[in-house]
């Protein structure tokens, strides 16, 4: 079910909770809740969900709480200065865009230094579910039931991983730190997915995980808060990815196999009909 909604938890019943619903707003971005669903004439404003008895975020906007103080620390900490600046979605010619660029200027407003940071949040399946979660709560103030959503987990990292490599390549050349930031769970999951062999903090390389977690305190709201820094290089990325395990072309054989078996079966159900 859902962890939280439109910032704060289903639970919660502050003056700050019941006026952000009533606006359909985000807390962490300041205005209304960006996301959509045709399904829906107000917005689809679930930050996070449960899964597997943890809070799993799957909206980037939930990493820009408090005037985006976690992309500020992580600028400071990487370009070690404390005058830094964000601008989004940046262009990268040839590998789409970089959600956020950390930068400091000079007296005379010459950019000196900078990183890129990518805000990587998990997504599901069964996205009429959260829908129906979302309905139930508008209508009643109360999240009702169990809603059979799973974790998309595996695109999500598939997708990053090739980004990581493509662009991560780039800022290697550059000599600049290119962050991905990311929960727990989700680099939890990258790790294991993909065997990855990664470096504890991050003085020799370029390319960045910073792991945060989720804890719910005591006011009934979950808190981000930094776990740890993790980095690599292009080069044990790509030996990763080439290590990826092949199956036999038997096991793919016996795919079409059933594959068929079950559209001769269904023509012959069909022809009874």
């Known amino acids: 079910m859902p962890a939280e909604i439109f910032g ?27 996301k959509q669903s045709r399904f829906l004439s107000y917005p689809l404003g679930i930050c996070s969900a449960w899964h597997l008895g943890t809070p799993r975020i799957i909206c980037p906007n939930r990493f820009y709480f408090s ?3 976690l992309l500020k620390d992580i600028s400071k900490l990487f370009l070690n200065k404390e005058n830094v600046e964000l601008v989004p979605e940046v262009t990268l010619k040839g590998f789409g865009h970089v959600d956020w660029v950390g930068f400091y200027r000079d007296r005379d407003g010459r ?21 129906r979660a979302m309905k139930d709560f508008i209508k009643s103030g109360m999240v009702q039931g169990r809603y059979t959503y799973g974790m998309n987990t595996y695109n999500t990292i598939k997708l990053s991983f090739t980004q990581v490599m493509f662009k991560g390549q780039v800022f290697e050349r550059w000599m600049k730190k290119y962050v991905w930031l990311l929960q727990d769970s989700l680099f939890d999951n990258l790790v294991e997915r993909f065997g990855l062999k990664l470096e504890e903090g991050y ?8 792991v945060v977690k989720m804890v719910k305190n005591k006011e009934d709201l979950f808190n981000i808060s930094p776990e740890n ?3 690599t290089r292009v080069q044990e990325l790509v030996k990763v990815f080439k290590q990826t395990e092949i199956l036999p072309v038997e096991d793919f054989l016996n795919a079409i196999r059933r594959k068929l078996a079950g559209h001769i079966t269904s023509e012959k159900l069909n022809n009874y009909i």
């Not at 289903?10 to 209304?32: D, M, W």
């Open 8 to 34: 704060f938890p289903p639970s919660n019943t502050s003056k700050a909770a019941l006026q952000v619903r009533k606006e359909y707003g985000c807390p962490f971005i300041g205005q209304k809740c960006t």
């Open 67 to 69: 005037d985006k103080v």
């Open 111 to 131: 950019i000196m230094d900078f990183c890129g940071i990518e805000a990587a949040s998990d997504s599901t399946t069964q996205t009429g579910e959260l829908v």
């Open 203 to 210: 003085k020799d390389n370029q390319i960045i995980f910073y």
């Open 229 to 231: 820094i993790y980095s």
